[in-house]
């Protein structure tokens, strides 16, 4: 959080349009991330990435993501916090990527974010959303797609 603020002081003083952007997975857990591999050889790495696959594609934890973009939806700084700390441990060692859209929101002035899509993706082993400040609602047309200048 301290450092999307340090951010968003910094470009406070930027005289140009500036997008932020914090990007990474909600729930999910890769295999890759299970298991020390870096001392394996890329033959055993493979085979145990596989092999965890299949329980990867039960990791993801809906209810989770839905208390993360809700915290957002609100810009509840506590929960935020809570989440991120819990993180790891409640919906898998990926999902400390929420770090980066904490990071951006609070560049961003910590607005309320407005959460647009959310879907638990077990192919991709990750619950995936899209969430954008409502700051941005009077410059995109989400029906076709056109951003105004």
């Known amino acids: ?18 997008l932020l952007i914090g990007t990474g997975g909600l729930s999910h857990s890769p295999p890759s991330l299970e ?33 993360v973009l809700q915290a957002m939806s609100r810009w509840d700084v506590d929960a935020l916090i809570g989440l991120v700390d819990s993180a ?13 859209w904490v990071a951006a929101g609070a560049a961003g002035g910590g ?11 077990a192919e991709w082993i990750t619950g995936m959303g899209v969430a954008i400040s ?11 797609q056109k951003i105004r200048a």
């Open 1 to 18: 959080m301290e450092f999307g603020t340090a951010v968003g002081r910094f470009l406070d003083d930027v005289d140009h349009r500036v």
């Open 35 to 67: 298991v020390d591999t870096y001392n394996l050889s890329d033959e055993e790495r493979a085979r145990l990435i596989a092999q965890g696959m299949a329980d990867a594609r039960t990791k993801i934890r809906p209810e989770w993501d839905g208390e």
């Open 88 to 100: 790891q441990a409640r919906a898998g060692s990926g999902a400390n990527e929420i770090r980066t």
């Open 111 to 121: 607005k309320p974010l407005t959460p647009l899509v959310y879907e638990p993706v």
């Open 134 to 144: 409502a700051s941005t609602l009077g410059s995109i047309n989400l029906l076709d």
